[in-house]
Nanobody
C-alpha cells in the first residue's frame, strides 16, 4: 500500500508557473506508474499527465502539451508536475495517483489507478 501527499498548489496569475509535488510512502515507489489528474467544479476528473515506472514514457492531455511536464525521482519517492504558462481554465483540484504496474508503459485510465492523494487546489486568475 502507498500513501500520497500532494503539495505546491496555490493562487497564481495567468501566465505564471507552479510546481506540484507528490510524496509517496513506502519502499516500492519505483513499481508504480504515476499520474496527475485534475477536477474542476462540475466536471469529471481527467488525466493531465502520466509517467511510467522508470520515466521512460510520458503522456499528456492535449490541453497541457508544451506547458506542463511530469517527472519523477524514484530515489526521493516523489513525482512532480511543472506547470508553466498557466491559464484560467487550468483551475482545478489536482490529484496524484499511483498504479501498481508490472509493465513499462503509462497508465491513462482513471479506473486503473489504485491509490489517490487528497488533492491540492490550483487557482489561476485572469
Amino acid at each position: 500500500q502507498v500513501q500520497l501527499v500532494e503539495s505546491g498548489g496555490g493562487l497564481v496569475q495567468a501566465g505564471g508557473s507552479l510546481r506540484l509535488s507528490c510524496a509517496a510512502s513506502g519502499r516500492t515507489f519505483s513499481r508504480y506508474a504515476m499520474g496527475w489528474f485534475r477536477q474542476a467544479p462540475g466536471k469529471e476528473r481527467e488525466l493531465v499527465a502520466g509517467i511510467s515506472r522508470t520515466s521512460g514514457s510520458t503522456v499528456y492531455a492535449d490541453s497541457v502539451k508544451g506547458r506542463f511536464t511530469i517527472s519523477r525521482d524514484n530515489a526521493k519517492n516523489t513525482v512532480y508536475l511543472q506547470m508553466n504558462s498557466l491559464k484560467p481554465e487550468d483551475t482545478a483540484v489536482y490529484y496524484c495517483a499511483a498504479d501498481w504496474s508490472l509493465g513499462q508503459g503509462v497508465v491513462t485510465m482513471r479506473e486503473e489507478y489504485d491509490y489517490w492523494g487528497q488533492g491540492t487546489q490550483v487557482t489561476v486568475s485572469s
